[in-house]
């Protein structure tokens, strides 16, 4: 049986709430929460990035794991905001956790599936027989424009997933991908900030890929919307994953424990991994799972599992991801917040 | 100036606080070393530090190293570690106003400080409240 053999994840404590950034900008912050259904979003602090927090949430993985590191064959970083243009963001982790040096480490882009993507890589090497163990992480500490609507959303997190196939506390029962070539949302070589085609980005492109690759599992594994337990949907707002949910037939209450984006905001390449380490939190064994990703550009993966008895055994050997959320929070005013993301122009 | 060799030679101690024992008088040695200052014995044995501790001691930098200038100000302190060693570091994620002495600390991977906008970025270990 292959699975998930250990969950982590990571949320840095600052947040900035929707009514400080629209103060800002002249906005109408009660419209941004109805519309968007965002009340506040986690920020890094200057010390923290995509690498920090891939280290993080690879660390609570391996303590739910409990394996040596040196076992781990492949690492792998998902993000659309590695710290460096030209050098991994997966050696870094590797070497930190001690998995180095027989090891395969690779980052992934695709705007906001990066992290499913190794997911998907890392399962299936193990599945192949090449690895004993492989690591998977999407982080992202993505900007939005000073602004933009995106800024409201755009926030820092990540979340961890070791692959094997012994100790396994979710088995991987189905995977599948649905992708086209869609430019809803881009940034080019040099650009700090991303451009999005504005309403192009909901119907030709969230909810296309979602749906396709929702439907596609569903019918390859032959399950039908109410035989899960829990369903995770990537999360760019508060609206999106409830709208797309009642589009293949599951309830809100499927929903609702994997959905943190309200307080958490837009974690990008780490939304819907972080909706899942959520869920498996709060899951029994025999539960089970579906989770849909979404990436600009556009493309969504999806994965069916089903909840092993050993979720028992290890659910409280590392911080539970709603803990994370609400422990420890710092508040932060738009000056402060500007100065963490380095929005403001210093001289050289 | 760190240079990337300096940084890449202290990666084992700085991403994974690796350390060594010493076998006769239990001298925990971070960096290892070849010889025990304690005893003088060559019976050392690969180890790691202990994540967790407490402070013994500590300060607000208000003036800091040019590297650190954004950061400014900041907590530093000395940490008795579970395995009885003292290690310093900065304390973040921590309100000036809470830090206390024998408040208990863990480590976390944090970005330590980057050579300027084209430089490297040099990662390593800080102290959070636990
Ligand atoms: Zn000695």
Known sequence: ??????????????????????????????????????????????????????????????????????????????????????????????????????????????????????????????????????????????????????EYSAAAGAAAFIFGKEKVVAEAVETYSYMTDTPDFWRREYQYYPQHGGRFTGDPAYFKHVVGAGKGIMEKAGLKASDFDYVIFHQPNGKFPFRVGKMLGFEKKQIEPGWLV?????????????????????????????????????????????????????????????????????????????????????AE | MTTPSRYWREIPQRYRLEANKCQSCGTVNFPPRLVCPECQKRDLVATKLAEKGKVISYTIIRVPPHQFIDQAPYAVGIVKLDDGVNLMAQIVDCDFEDLKVGMKVRIEFRKIFDEGEAGILCYGYKFVPD
């Open chain 1, 1 to 150: 049986m292959e699975g998930i053999v250990g969950y982590g994840a990571y949320i840095p404590r600052n947040r900035i709430k929707v009514e400080e950034i629209a103060k800002v900008w002249g906005a109408d912050a009660p419209s941004y929460k109805k519309g968007l259904m965002l009340e506040e979003k986690s920020v890094p602090s200057p010390d923290q990035d995509t690498i920090t927090m891939s280290v993080e949430s690879a660390k609570n993985a391996l303590k739910r794991a409990a394996i040596d590191p040196v076992e781990i064959g492949a690492v792998y970083v998902g993000s659309e905001s590695h710290p460096y243009a030209v050098k991994p963001s997966g050696t870094v982790l590797a070497e930190a956790i001690g998995a180095t040096p027989e090891v395969h480490t690779a980052d992934f882009e695709f705007a906001c599936k990066a992290g499913t993507e190794g997911m998907y890589v890392a399962l299936s090497l193990v599945r192949a027989g090449e690895i004993k163990y492989g690591l998977a992480v999407g982080a992202d500490t993505s900007q939005g424009a000073p602004g933009d609507a995106l």
């Open chain 1, 262 to 346: 309200s307080k958490l905001g837009n974690t990008y390449s780490g939304s819907s991994p972080l909706g899942l380490t959520a869920t498996l939190d709060i899951s029994k064994p025999g539960d089970k799972i579906l989770i849909v990703s979404y990436g600009s550009g556009a493309g969504s993966d999806a994965f069916i599992f089903e909840v092993q008895d050993r979720i028992e055994e290890v659910r409280n050997l590392a911080p539970r991801t709603q803990q994370l959320l609400e422990d420890n929070i710092n508040y932060l005013e738009y000056g402060e917040y500007a100065k963490f993301r380095q929005k403001i122009k210093k």
